[in-house]
């Protein structure tokens, strides 16, 4: 059974870090991970994913301040929040892609060009002024 867990969410001040971590089980290839968040009233948005190769890819707000990394013995993938800002603030959900497209408010999402197929539960962060 596939599941994707994610840990390391948290209340942070403006300017401070986090390190989200999410566990992948049940895939029996390595599979394009990544991050997607969504704040309160938006639409999810993708924030950086990493292929089975190791290829990175960050969304404009994550370039600079967000690093997201693989451990492929332990098929997990880090994504390092740093100089945290208020904007940051929202549910941060760890996806795999791959499998049948699984929607979320309506919407498709990919990552690496394929269609999410795995969502986790999500993590809350949390950045205050």
């Known amino acids: 059974q596939v599941q994707l867990v994610e840990s390391g969410g948290g209340s942070v001040q403006s300017g401070g870090s986090l390190r989200l971590s999410c566990t992948a089980s049940?895939?029996?290839?390595?599979?394009?991970l990544g991050w997607f968040r969504q704040a309160p009233d938006r639409e999810r948005e993708g924030v950086a994913s990493i292929d089975g190769e190791g290829g990175i890819t960050y969304a404009d707000p994550a370039k600079g301040r967000f690093t997201i990394s693989r451990d492929g013995a332990e098929n997990t993938v880090y994504l390092d929040l740093n100089r945290l800002e208020t904007e940051d603030t929202a549910i941060y959900y760890c996806?795999?892609?791959?499998?049948?497209?699984?929607?979320?408010?309506?919407?498709?999402?990919?990552?690496?060009?394929?269609?999410?197929?795995?969502w986790g539960h999500g993590t809350q962060v949390t950045v205050s002024s």
């Open positions: 049940g895939f029996t290839t390595r599979r394009c």
């Open positions: 996806a795999a892609a791959g499998g049948a497209p699984a929607y979320r408010g309506g919407r498709q999402y990919a990552l690496c060009g394929v269609p999410v197929g795995y």
